[in-house]
Antibody, heavy 118, light 107 residues
Framework: EVQLVESGGGLVQPGRSLKLSCAAS????????MAWVRQAPKKGLEWVAT????????YYPDSVRGRFTVSRDNANSSLYLQMNSLKSEDTATYYC???????????WGQGVMVTVSS | DIQMTQSPASLSASLGETVSIECLTS??????LAWYQQKSGKSPHLLIY???NLQDGVPSRFSGSGSGTRYSLKISGMQPEDEADYFC?????????FGSGTKVEIK
């Protein structure tokens, strides 16, 4: 069974950094594009980052480009999100998600909460 | 960026009723449209991909249709477990974008 388990969330001050991790199991990790999607409290879904199978290509929306970096370790079936210069508007639940071959998200983790506040 | 306009924002339906949710895109997306269900406190769950393809394990009362810039999700015969938020997402090009969501409640 596919499992995606996020970790690394918490409370962080504005301007500081945080790194999220996602441990994947139950599928051949290096065959899939992977992504991060976030959801602010009581709000909708926002795509945050995508990384190609070998990690050579990454994609970001303007809202996080230059501040967030997605990476992966295929040997350990792990996905990461390095978040720098955090802002209050980055407060959200962050989900690790697997891309299908058509860039929809066919599996999601349980999510990890990130709160940016002084 | 492709803008997603999802409607209605909320709806209330009786058990057994058929409901539809619409998603309009700001440009054509060649049927690269997915629908997700998110129950309270849970992660989103893929229902439909490529506009009309049912994800494995999803009940057949869910169906998707549409083309060009207009897409819809239909629930044929509301069940108690269908009470949730529903989101559309275009998978046509980056940046990937979602609709604002529809809250579906049982009357």
């Amino acid at each position: 069974e596919v499992q995606l388990v996020e970790s690394g969330g918490g409370l962080v001050q504005p301007g500081r950094s945080l790194k999220l991790s996602c441990a994947a199991s139950g599928f051949t990790f290096n065959n899939y594009y992977m992504a991060w999607v976030r959801q602010a409290p009581k709000k909708g879904l926002e795509w945050v980052a995508t990384i190609s199978t070998r990690g050579t290509t990454t994609y970001y929306p303007d809202s996080v480009r230059g501040r967030f970096t997605v990476s992966r370790d295929n040997a350990n079936s792990s996905l990461y999100l390095q978040m720098n210069s955090l802002k209050s508007e980055d407060t959200a639940t962050y989900y690790c998600a697997r891309h299908s071959n058509r860039l929809s998200f066919d599996w999601w983790g349980q999510g990890v909460m990130v709160t940016v506040s002084s | 960026d492709i803008q997603m306009t999802q409607s209605p924002a909320s709806l209330s339906a009786s058990l057994g009723e058929t409901v539809s949710i619409e998603c309009l895109t700001s440009e054509g997306i060649s049927n690269d449209l997915a629908w997700y269900q998110q129950k309270s406190g849970k992660s989103p769950h893929l229902l439909i991909y490529s506009a009309s393809n049912l994800q494995d394990g999803v009940p057949s009362r869910f169906s998707g249709s549409g083309s060009g810039t207009r897409y819809s999700l239909k629930i044929s015969g509301m069940q108690p477990e269908d009470e949730a938020d529903y989101f559309c997402q275009q998978s046509y090009k980056y940046p990937l974008t979602f609709g604002s969501g529809t809250k579906v409640e049982i009357k």
